[in-house]
């Protein structure tokens, strides 16, 4: 059974005041770091806002991770409370079911868990492993859309499969279906894989993550040859170790592969369905070691057919220097993500805000927007990410403008107590994290009856 005690399940609601905090930071500013996150604090930056390449040198730093120091609290808006809601081993995605009941990705013990909690309550009522010795489990889908899905699929590390399924089961009715038998040839570096639906359920999409940092070992083609190996792929699919990687890739519900629906996409961690428009999004980890500043990570609607510029080119047509002049023909291809978030702040984490009723639910104003989980810098002087923020969304596109909304984790320059990962939406509006370094997941409430906590 999961670890629990009094003290860790006792609520840190803390209410930042906005004022100054609220303004927009741009230019260099927006790059800054952890020092100057507060909830209420608003972003937005540009690609004229990135240095030079090696403007700074690389850098590692990883965070020591410690127990939650006394007295440390978490810190959102007015109005907003933010409290445990329960215990795991290492939670990393969330996905919460038509009728309510939240799938948690575990995936260091390869398993899935569900928590069972009543509306308002402020811990789950019931704790049950639905399925167990998976492979590196992360994406969670459920399938067809609508109140009676028959079906939970699992994204694994290199491989998608399926559990029947009936609303209100706690554990898997039976061994897992495969899907889709191997993703790609290499499943290492990055791991984690997404899996979403699109609207019509026609279309399974699945984030698969580059095996390196820039592509250094597949070899560079001639342009003659890179022509050739274009014509039969997607727009800016790399090859060797690489085919099928940095990739968003298409199948049939079935498993029946339909290509690479876009490319370039260097790690897409968090894949999901805009319920508003229908169209995909990805938050992604772009590359490292080209200084503190860039590039930056992203959050991007996913165009069918597109390509966003790994490995040889950054957003839009900036050259990674370590590729220079491979893929020319590539340059004005590149699509141009949506929302750039400061460097090296590590998006894994996506959930669009849907609730319009509830004990929890937000205000009206947050209604499609977007909440992303930042797990934070480990390779950047100064810490970035850390952090719960809000991305801006009018009539189904993104402002570019992102605002903090939970801050606290960071202790000092060396040190962190927690790192969010998966974000979701509960049944009664009340916004849910995974924390997968302090084994939590997290419930941020609005409103005196949202944070039913004593």
């Not at 060797?240 to 290509?259: H, K, M, T, Y």
Request: charged share 20%; proline share 7%.
């Amino acid at each position: 059974m999961p670890y629990k005690s009094a003290w860790a399940l006792a609520p840190v609601a803390v209410l930042a005041a906005c004022g100054v905090a609220c303004q927009v930071r741009t230019g260099a500013a927006a790059l800054d770091d952890w020092r100057t996150d507060a909830p209420g604090v608003v972003r937005h930056i540009v690609a004229a806002d990135m240095p030079a390449p090696f403007a700074t040198p690389p850098s590692a730093s990883p965070a020591a991770v410690t127990p939650r120091p006394k007295g440390a609290t978490l810190k959102t808006l007015p109005g907003f409370t933010v409290a445990v809601f329960a215990k795991l081993d290492h939670p990393r995605q969330l996905r919460v079911a038509p009728n309510g009941d939240v799938f948690v990705a575990e995936t260091d013990a390869g398993r899935i868990t569900i928590l069972r909690a009543a509306d308002g309550a402020s811990a789950p009522a019931t704790t049950s492993v639905f399925a167990e010795t998976l492979k590196g489990p992360f994406g969670i889908a459920f399938y067809p859309a609508g109140p009676h899905p028959q079906w939970v699929y699992v994204a694994n590390n290199n491989s998608v499969v399926r559990f029947a399924y009936r609303a209100g089961d706690l554990k898997a009715r039976g061994a897992p279906q495969t899907v889709v038998a191997k993703l790609a040839d290499t499943s290492g570096y990055h791991t984690t894989r997404d899996v979403d639906f699109s609207a019509d359920g026609r279309t399974m999409l699945v984030s698969v993550g580059s095996g390196s940092n820039v592509a250094e070992e597949v070899g560079v083609k001639t342009p003659s040859d890179a022509v050739a190996w274009q014509a039969g792929h997607a727009p800016g699919a790399a090859w060797g170790q690489e085919i099928n990687r940095a990739d968003v890739l298409a199948f049939s519900p079935e498993g029946e592969a339909r290509g690479v629906f876009a490319a370039g996409i260097r790690n897409c961690v968090s894949l999901r369905f805009n319920p508003t428009t229908g169209e995909p999004w990805c938050v992604v980890n772009e590359r490292d070691s080209l200084g503190d500043n860039l590039p930056p990570d992203y959050v991007t609607r996913v165009r069918a057919g597109g390509f966003y510029g790994w490995p040889w080119y950054y957003i839009g047509a900036h050259q990674d220097p370590r590729l220079k002049n491979q893929r020319l023909d590539l340059a004005a291809k590149v699509t141009v993500p949506d929302v750039l978030l400061q460097p090296h702040s590590a998006p894994l984490g996506l959930a669009f805000y849907t609730a319009r009723s509830g004990g929890a639910a937000f205000p009206a104003a947050y209604f499609g927007d977007a909440f992303v989980g930042l797990h934070g810098s480990w390779n950047r002087a100064k810490r970035t990410g850390y952090k719960i923020v809000r991305l801006k969304v009018r009539g189904g596109v993104p402002t570019g403008d992102y605002e903090d909304f939970v801050t606290g984790f960071v202790t000092d320059d060396k040190s962190v107590w927690g790192r969010p990962v998966g974000v979701a939406v509960a049944h009664d509006g009340a916004l849910l994290f995974a924390d997968d370094s302090g084994d939590t997941v997290w419930r941020v409430a609005y409103g005196a009856r949202g944070a039913n906590a004593k």
